[in-house]
């Protein structure tokens, strides 16, 4: 990453890496749904003098809205309004290729409760035309509930042209299995051919 580089904190909960994306001298846009830790990020966006676009909206598949969980601190999750006891929120969504129209973004963090296919899926125009340099995918099993595993969300993202990845210290990065654990970084090819 290098200073005005486009950075995305999808999930960004209280903004631990929107503020690190920030004093690395990014541009950063900050997606954070639930309403206490959205304001929680602007706090401290506000307590150290640093400035993103921080939006109290979901990333999704399509535009609209979706129901999400409130009830759950900070692991809300969408979910099936017709079956779920839990107490209900309506967020607006937008997705990456809306969001980003023809620029370019040098990183995507993607947190968000199993529902990474429905992230990816709205990015596919700006992952084809190869505008996305790489994707911090903090994930874990909670796939599953969405009907997907996380061995289809691998495939996906390789269709495009990723490589699953272990960051090194270095900076560099090195390929890794199918047995990528809980978090993993996928990078276009191009990229992770000059680290």
């Known amino acids: 990453m290098r200073p005005g580089d486009l950075m ?15 004093e690395m001298g990014a541009t950063v846009i900050s997606f954070e749904p639930d309403q206490t830790a959205s304001q929680r ?13 921080a939006r109290e909206q979901a990333v999704y598949s399509s535009s609209g809205t979706v129901s999400l969980s409130s009830d759950r601190d900070t692991s809300i999750a969408i979910v099936d309004v017709s079956s779920d006891t839990h107490k209900m929120v309506t967020v607006s ?8 129209g023809d620029r370019h973004v040098r990183g995507i963090k993607v947190d968000v409760e199993g529902a990474e296919l429905d992230v990816l899926c709205g990015d596919q125009r700006t ?14 099993d909670k796939a599953e509930d969405f009907g997907t595993s996380r061995s289809e969300i691998v495939e996906f ?33 191009a990229v992770s051919d000059e680290s």
């Open 8 to 22: 995305i904190d999808v999930g960004a909960n209280e903004g631990l890496y929107t503020l690190l994306f920030v």
């Open 41 to 53: 990020l602007r706090f401290n966006l506000a307590l150290n003098g640093y400035e993103a676009d």
């Open 93 to 100: 969504t937008t997705t990456i290729d809306d969001l980003v």
């Open 127 to 140: 992952m084809r035309d190869g505008r996305i340099g790489f994707f911090q995918l903090e994930w874990n």
């Open 157 to 189: 993202i390789r269709s495009f042209g990723y490589s699953l990845c272990w960051p090194l210290d270095s900076g560099a990065f090195a390929l890794c299995d199918d047995d990528i654990g809980s978090d993993v970084v996928a990078v276009r090819q």
